[in-house]
């Protein structure tokens, strides 16, 4: 409100009372003094550095042109005159110029796109290449045959590179992409920079060819209004998503032109030298510097693009091991939902079961194809130093192996004895065979895993297959033999408890029976 406010002022004093000069230098002061203002506000809700060190040096090219108008108003009010060209204010105009283009310079510089920042000045300086050769042909000449001193030469010659370095800083914002500025700030700053050049192209024309006469025209607010644009657009700043915008055809346009930008500059110049060969040394040099630069050019993008495959690689890379990383986890997932699986179902099998025998039956029955075992036998514990042969999973009852076993007979009784896995990978040939319908064969391996519960050996399972158990089996067949242990001698336990009852049970009925002939005696 206060923006278009001020724009309002301005022009209704353009209008109604141009003769009050006091009113329009104040006006003129008020303008960039606002634009101060909204930047100074802004700096201090701002709280990434990047983004207020670049909030800080439009702020000191704002105030540059901040003192350009007060020179510019002080000689125009209180001294009555007409401020020369070149002149002390056109110095602080330009600074504001360059200084907003080092701003944004710093803001592309600091996203990390170094690479870039450099392809696009050079981008930029092949224009400014084109447009200096231009402007030597056309403006220059008349200003180094009129300049009287030394400062008024190099203010002159800074004007027309002032512009170019405008329109450095509009090419740079719109090379910037929205990672870089939000959306309202890139337009707002868009929108003040390209009216901004425009009403400096025409006061340099003006200018250099004595047209301009100093008088209040329409086109008078249009600085002090694109200042404020930029003022304005600082309240919009925030930290953006750094994340890739999907390319449209916008980008794919632009992209393009870049592209073409060298070549089509070329073909300007070798243009212009036909339609004005009096100027040919002056356009064949602008070319020869154009092509210098296009070399650069394409060797900085071969040198980018090499950079950018490598990182490529390197990403690809890093994506193959996280790929790997993650189809382990996936595996590892999966193996551990398949033993959580078939410990909970050899879990669920355990409540109901009143003997040891049933309980070797089933499990037997369930662990042996569990673990991609043909054969299975279980031995249980039957005094402190024997184990008897309790289930077995697809017995053909051949006349092979033994019954029972005592503590470290066979490995069966070795294994009871210390308590330990023990493999066999090379079976004798008066081994059991695994029989089916279509004939037998003996087994490549034999695995006998103990059942313990607080260090002593309650059962002993022996296993036979044709393939060595995996990492995953043996750690299901440990956990499964863990539990055994443990409900072998919870069964065991209940079993003489049960037989303490009933022996208890026996002896109260015998007690009775024999009181009762006592009382009959």
Partial sequence: MIAVMYVLIYYTWILLWPDLKLVGSIIAVTGPLLTLIFIRSSLQRIKEKEEKNFWVIVFMGCFSYFIGELIWRYREFYLGIDDPFPGWANLFYNLFVFIYSIAVFYKVYVTGKKYRTIQVFFDCFIMMTVLTTISWVYFLNPLLSK???MFELVISLSYPVAILGILLGIVLLFLSSKSLFPHVLLILNTTGITFYTIAETYYIYQSIYHTYNGDITYLTPIWNVCLLLIGLSSFFSKKVNDVPQKENNLTKLFYISQTILPFLSLIILLFLTLIKKEA???FFIGGAV??????????ITIFE???LVRKLKERTEELEIVQIELMNLKDGAEEQSWLKTKIAEIATMYPGIDNVEKLAHQLITKITPMVRATYGVIYVKEDERSFQKLAAYADNQQDVGTKSFRLGEGIVGQCALE??????????????????????????HV???????????????????????NELEEMLLQEVMNNLGINIQSILGRMQV???LQESQALTEELQSQSEKLQFQ
Avoid: H
């Avoid at 092509?291 to 060797?299: K, N």
């Avoid at 896995?421 to 004939?439: A, C, R």
């Avoid at 895993?449 to 059962?459: L, S, Y």
């Fill in 498 to 500: 049960e037989k303490l």
């Fill in 280 to 282: 040919i040394l002056s």
């Fill in 419 to 444: 308590n330990r896995m023990i493999t066999l990978n090379q079976v004798p040939e008066d081994y059991i065979k695994i029989t089916s319908g279509l004939g037998s064969v003996r087994p490549s």
């Fill in 147 to 149: 300049a009287s001193s």
């Fill in 447 to 469: 695995t006998v895993i103990p059942a313990e519960f607080q260090e002593e050996v309650w059962a002993v399972i022996e296993l036979a297959s044709f393939e060595p158990f």
């Fill in 305 to 307: 693009n090499g950079i």
């Fill in 290 to 299: 154009l092509l210098c630069l296009i070399t650069i050019r394409q060797v």
